[in-house]
């Protein structure tokens, strides 16, 4: 009966590591992209803002997307699980913006308000 006590605590223990060490694995996580923004307005910008708060929200795994035009930074959090920041980064190259070391997309670079591009 001793021997059964025990190994029951032995087996509890294992299953109580088990799980806290699967909780420590982050699935969440920020990133700080370095943009280029070249106007004071994007947030409110009713072209740059929708873009950088309703597209890359809409991808798979972004959970938040916080623009600062002053220090031409996009900070984003996303699921792990779901996405990864390389495809975070070219999601943002696709709406015409540098990601980085990814550079923005020509033709969408070309689409976005004369305020938004480089003078």
Sequence with gaps: MKALKLILAVFATFLFSTTVSAQEQKTV???TIKTAIYCDHCKHCETCGDKFNQTLIKEKGVQMVV??????????T???????LAKIKTAISKLGYDA??????PLAYEGLDDCCKKS
Excluded: C, G, H, S
């Design 78 to 84: 996303y699921n792990t699980k779901k996405t990864d």
């Design 67 to 76: 623009l600062d035009e002053k220090a031409m930074t996009i900070k984003v």
């Design 100 to 105: 980085d070391d990814v550079k923005a997309e």
């Design 29 to 31: 996580q920020t990133a």
